[in-house]
């Protein structure tokens, strides 16, 4: 089999250059649609002291070395939450950002070693706010891209139909016939047998090791992930406290936390949350997600004290992380995000 050219000779990127001239456009028309609404774009450092605390996102490592030789570990960030919930700390009402992110041990027709990330925060506003923002977006992105439909693999949504609103309590019923409430105590504690019993009784495969967190992934990927967004967009809500590591309980279900994922196609755009600003409380999520990792992957990363200094005097806010070049894909029909991207990274 011949293999594929590179993306920079000229007859692969003549095929490419039209769908990275509409990525311009979106990317032109975001910020004019942030800028309109009295956000300020920010620009955060990529070298960070912790690149976020959860267990399953990996960085790439790396250390500075200053003039007196001290070498100082460093990270490449996964997401520049932690710089920008600091600009809420330090008196910044709104704001986003719209930067390259690094995470490791992702490549796929959804996932990029380097990616784009777009991600704002609003002070002292609701997270229904930012599905608001999302349903937006969405409609800017497929409107500069002059298109009336998203497609990926078989499954269409309409990008300008208002989004479906949808718990995750309800979607385990919907997709699955499980109650995932019975699994989880008032106090947010899971009990990993009852939700084994779940799966079994659904007909889904599990594993003598799988955790609770585990099991609810596998529900996840494997019933109803598939079936969101589609016609329309899907805000999937109210996920578990143990699966929104970063986001306050919310006020009507303690059980669950302030955290939805926008979906379109069956893809995962977005990610949002009623920002938790706890300081002590997240310390305790933080320690909890790297024993899970030290479990699973064998390593942890440090916690960004000065981040944890920060949540202390944030304000109330709520931030959306969303995958940018997911967005452009969507928008311009291309089958993987590399398709979107000017210089994907080598393989």
């Known amino acids: 089999m011949t293999a594929a050219s590179p993306w920079w000779t000229p007859d692969v990127h003549a095929d490419r250059r039209p769908r990275l001239i509409l990525r311009n456009a979106i990317t032109a028309a975001l910020r004019d649609w942030f800028a309109r609404r009295d956000f300020v774009e920010v620009e955060t450092a990529a070298l960070q002291v912790s690149p976020g605390n959860e267990a399953h996102l990996s960085a790439f490592a790396t250390e500075a070395i200053g003039p007196d030789g001290r070498h100082l570990p460093l990270y490449l ?54 599905m608001r923002d999302c349903a937006g977006l969405v409609a800017l992105a497929a409107e ?27 979607a385990f019923i919907r997709y699955a016939g499980i109650d995932l409430l019975a699994t989880v105590a008032a106090d947010g504690s899971t009990d990993r047998e009852a939700l084994h019993a779940a799966l079994v009784q659904a007909g889904l495969r599990t594993a003598p090791d799988d955790n609770w967190a585990d099991l609810f992934s596998r529900v996840m990927v494997e019933k109803i992930e598939p079936g969101l967004g589609q016609g329309r967009a899907t805000i999937l809500y109210g996920y578990p406290i143990s699966e929104a590591a970063l986001a306050r309980p919310s006020a009507d279900e303690p059980r669950t936390a302030e955290r939805f994922e926008l979906y379109c196609c069956g893809v995962e755009l977005a990610n949002a949350f009623g920002e938790l600003t706890d300081a002590a409380e997240q310390r305790r999520r933080f320690i909890l997600e790297m024993d899970e990792k030290q479990r699973i992957y064998g390593e942890r990363y ?12 944030m304000p109330q806010a709520s931030g959306a992380a969303l995958g940018f070049d997911r967005l452009v894909m969507l928008a311009t029909g291309a089958g993987r995000v590399e398709d979107v991207m000017w210089t994907p990274v080598a393989e």
């Open 77 to 130: 960030h996964t997401s520049p939450e932690f710089a920008c919930k600091k600009l809420l700390a330090a008196g910044e009402r709104r704001i986003f950002s719209l930067s390259a992110v690094y995470r490791n041990r992702e490549r796929g027709p959804l996932h990029h070693p380097s990616f784009t990330m777009l991600e704002w925060y609003r002070a002292d506003e609701t997270y229904e706010s930012l």
């Open 302 to 313: 440090p916690i960004d004290e000065d981040f944890l200094a920060a949540l202390a005097i």
């Open 144 to 170: 500069r891209a002059g298109t009336r439909r998203f497609a990926f693999r078989g499954r269409e949504a309409d990008p300008f139909a208002e989004p479906e609103q949808l718990s995750v309590v309800e």
